[in-house]
T-cell receptor
Framework: DAGITQSPRHKVTETGTPVTLRCHQT?????MYWYRQDPGHGLRLIHY???????DKGEVSDGYSVSRSKTEDFLLTLESATSSQTSVYFC?????????????FGEGSRLTVL | GDSVTQMEGPVTLSEEAFLTINCTYT??????LFWYVQYPGEGLQLLLK?????DKGSNKGFEATYRKETTSFHLEKGSVQVSDSAVYFC???????????FGAGTRLTVKP
């Protein structure tokens, strides 16, 4: 198994509260990603990072921010959670980009916003 | 934009039946194509991939062939087992593109 740890694994919060999800890797991979998984949509990219302090937006970035201060950690923050952000969030890592870059996924973080 | 469409589920089969899960793609160039599998309570893991037209990816008895003429990458297995029960995702990515696009997923249940 790829050394990816997500925390927390489950969280219930209320609308308007801030939430931070953490992804920690032990593989020293350059690329890290945050996806959300929703029924009927598969996985959609929120943000990704291609190095320390280097991040970019994905398909569904509105309402989310990220930070990467160390190679091993990639944080996803919901500044003010909304019910539409109820989802399962997956972190993924890759040692290379593009069309040959296999993604390795964490086990997911289930977030419920009431 | 680039996208993947895969057959609606759920799919229920008896053990040893033949499996096909259809996947078609729309892309402006020549993507690489992937099948990922998600077992209950776990993250996705790569099942197989193909990076150019006519390539065949294979793993654990599953196969898929990259067909440029029909823009398809259908997943097949000749004889499914109960342990193959999972959700299967077709995905694509373009060269030097960090945005892998996934289909909606197809849930497969195999009954003994």
């Amino acid at each position: 198994d790829a050394g990816i740890t997500q925390s927390p694994r489950h969280k219930v919060t209320e609308t308007g509260t801030p939430v931070t999800l953490r992804c920690h890797q032990t593989e020293n991979h350059r690329y890290m990603y945050w996806y959300r998984q929703d029924p009927g949509h598969g996985l959609r990219l929120i943000h990704y990072s291609y190095g320390v302090k280097d991040t970019d937006k994905g398909e569904v970035s509105d309402g989310y921010s990220v930070s990467r201060s160390k190679t091993e950690d990639f944080l996803l923050t919901l500044e003010s959670a909304t019910s539409s952000q109820t989802s399962v969030y997956f972190c993924a890592i890759s040692y290379r980009t593009g069309n040959t870059g296999e993604l390795f996924f964490g086990e997911g973080s289930r977030l419920t916003v009431l | 934009g680039d996208s993947v469409t895969q057959m609606e589920g759920p799919v229920t089969l008896s053990e040893e039946a033949f499996l096909t899960i259809n996947c078609t793609y729309t892309a402006t160039g020549y993507p690489s194509l992937f099948w990922y599998v998600q077992y209950p309570g776990e993250g996705l893991q790569l099942l197989l991939k193909a990076t150019k037209a006519d390539d065949k990816g294979s793993n654990k008895g599953f196969e898929a062939t990259y067909r440029k003429e029909t823009t398809s990458f259908h997943l097949e297995k000749g004889s499914v087992q109960v342990s193959d029960s999972a959700v299967y995702f077709c995905a694509l990515t373009m060269y030097n593109n960090n945005d892998m696009r996934f289909g909606a997923g197809t849930r497969l249940t195999v009954k003994p």
